[in-house]
């Protein structure tokens, strides 16, 4: 077989192998970053808080949505800005000042109270721009594979909507810049009350 004469069952094969790869070393990645907070009691994924912003009380994040169901919901039309929509779905729990300053929702919390905001470090933010990428490119094989299975997510699908499952794998489709990514982290935070006026 010649190089550039690849047919589309290989190139398919590739593709799915190379993003097998991405995943497993985001995984690797944030095992790595596991371990470092492990390793140290005032890191928080390689972040420092100050000490009025560390809290003795064992707190959790809030689980991170169940992008299978949303992508079926009308909260989702797979319309032109399918990129900016995942985006905007991942993030629902984040924010983000122009100071590089990132913040994560705790589990149960009011998004109005300042203690319900627990400070995480720009690896993490790095890190959820990675998942992000790799919902984005996963929305279309769920939607296809839900499609194939003619499964009851598929079935309970508005017609219109099905009709639109190619804008999952458009051009526009790409996902946004890790910059346009934490301008809608920057966006949500200025949308909320100012942490030290809470």
Request: glycine share 4%; hydrophobic share 30%.
């Given at each position: ?7 589309d069952?290989?190139l398919g094969?590739?593709?799915?192998c ?14 790595i970053v ?9 890191s ?17 994040d809030v ?23 995942v ?12 100071n ?5 929702m705790?589990?149960?919390a009011d ?35 839900e499609?194939?299975?003619d ?6 699908l ?7 499952i190619?804008r999952?794998?458009?051009?526009r489709?790409r996902?946004?810049s ?7 982290m ?6 909320l009350?100012?942490?030290r006026?809470?």
């Open positions: 077989m010649q190089f550039g004469k690849i047919d069952d290989t094969k590739i593709e799915k190379a993003a097998q790869f991405s995943t497993a070393f985001r995984s690797f990645s944030k095992l596991s371990l470092r907070k492990k390793g140290s009691e005032s928080d994924y390689g972040a420092t808080m100050s000490e009025s912003e560390e809290s003795d009380e064992p707190s959790e689980p991170e949505p169940d992008f299978k169901s949303w992508l079926f919901t009308r909260s989702c039309p797979w319309g032109p800005a399918h990129a900016t929509d985006a905007q779905f991942l993030i629902g729990n984040y924010r983000g000042d122009r590089k300053n990132f913040w994560k705790r589990s149960g998004p109005k109270n300042r203690q319900s905001w627990k400070k995480i470090s720009m690896t993490s933010v790095v890190m959820l721009y990675s998942t992000y990428t790799d919902l984005l490119r996963q929305s279309k094989e769920i939607a296809n594979s499609k194939t299975a499964s009851e997510l598929w079935q309970n508005h017609t219109s909507k099905k009709t639109r190619f999952l794998d458009c051009v489709n996902p946004i890790y910059k346009e990514f934490v301008n809608i920057r966006d949500r935070h200025d949308g009350p100012a942490l006026k809470l």
